[in-house]
T-cell receptor
Framework: IAGITQAPTSQILAAGRRMTLRCTQDMRHNAMYWYRQDLGLGLRLIHYSNTAGTTGKGEVPDGYSVSRANTDDFPLTLASAVPSQTSVYFC?????????????FGPGTRLTVL | GQNIDQPTEMTATEGAIVQINCTYQTSGFNGLFWYQQHAGEAPTFLSYNVLDGLEEKGRFSSFLSRSKGYSYLLLKELQMKDSASYLCAVRGGDYKLSFGAGTTVTVRA
């Protein structure tokens, strides 16, 4: 693989169910991010990780959790999905969070919560 | 908080020039990015400005005025494949990106 992969590509989920969105990068980037994209609102940061073993809250963290056990993987978990979490979710990574570094995005996961 | 404004939609003719404006009010400033996003795809990096002035990269140019909180992306010699959304993003004092809602550009033959 090259770059960032996300799984699944799309998912329809019943409200109240638990769901984990997977994200893996092979660029050995230190920082990783999760965004959601909704029509008319643009991309909003959910959670981020500046380096393996650390995580932080973004603009819209409620209802989501993340972990960063190693450099490559950054899963996003919805503990009990609600319809307002219907969105397109993008994972991104960058080499260093504090530099002029560009963020690279994965292909996205389209999630529908019914 | 962060406030980033850009027009919702623009239409232009193939071969023409289009300028997408972005104004911002943010807590701190550590650079401004432009991304291109085709429908159903991931955003891809286009340009980065951290100092005032114009950055040119082929058919695309980006301008920044930090004192005015203003940037624009200039697309020259428009091609049909340039039909996409263009996202303005500002890196604030915390080094996190805040995105505008995006400008959808439609190129007509």
């Amino acid at each position: 693989i090259a770059g960032i992969t996300q799984a699944p590509t799309s998912q329809i989920l019943a409200a109240g169910r638990r769901m984990t969105l997977r994200c893996t990068q092979d660029m050995r980037h230190n920082a990783m991010y999760w965004y959601r994209q909704d029509l008319g609102l643009g991309l909003r940061l959910i959670h981020y990780s500046n380096t393996a073993g650390t995580t932080g809250k973004g603009e819209v963290p409620d209802g989501y959790s993340v972990s960063r056990a190693n450099t490559d993987d950054f899963p996003l978990t919805l503990a009990s999905a609600v319809p307002s979490q219907t969105s397109v979710y993008f994972c991104a990574s960058s080499d260093s969070p504090g530099s002029a570094d560009t963020q690279y995005f994965g292909p996205g996961t389209r999630l529908t919560v019914l | 908080g962060q406030n980033i404004d850009q027009p919702t939609e623009m239409t232009a003719t193939e071969g023409a020039i289009v300028q997408i404006n972005c104004t911002y009010q943010t807590s701190g400033f550590n650079g401004l990015f432009w991304y291109q996003q085709h429908a159903g795809e991931a955003p891809t990096f286009l340009s980065y400005n951290v100092l005032d002035g114009l950055e040119e990269k082929g058919r695309f140019s980006s301008f920044l005025s930090r004192s005015k909180g203003y940037s624009y992306l200039l697309l020259k010699e428009l091609q049909m494949k340039d039909s996409a959304s263009y996202l303005c993003a500002v890196r604030g004092g915390d080094y996190k990106l805040s995105f505008g809602a995006g400008t959808t550009v439609t190129v007509r033959a």
